[in-house]
């Protein structure tokens, strides 16, 4: 049942970011493919060195990962 003085509930386009940016676009293709091409060759000709940085990338991913995805969360120094 509509009754007139309903406002239409219109959703607003997210906003541009470096992630809609890239993600489905050639450019962002590009960048993947390059960066996995980067990848294949490091873990070719310096696997005993990537091996032996695992222990300590995976204690580094810790902070790593606190310092950049709380960013995602959107309640920083929004008071509502």
Request: charged letters at 5%.
């Amino acid at each position: 049942m509509n009754t007139p003085n309903a406002t239409p509930n219109h959703s607003l386009p997210p906003p541009r970011n470096w992630r809609t940016t890239l993600v489905g676009t050639p450019l962002g293709w590009a960048v993947t493919l390059v960066l996995a091409a980067l990848g294949i060759y490091l873990f070719a000709t310096h696997t005993g060195h990537i091996l032996s940085a695992l222990p300590f990338l995976l204690l580094l991913a810790c902070p790593l990962m606190h310092l950049f995805m709380h960013g995602g969360h959107g309640h920083h120094g929004k008071r509502e």
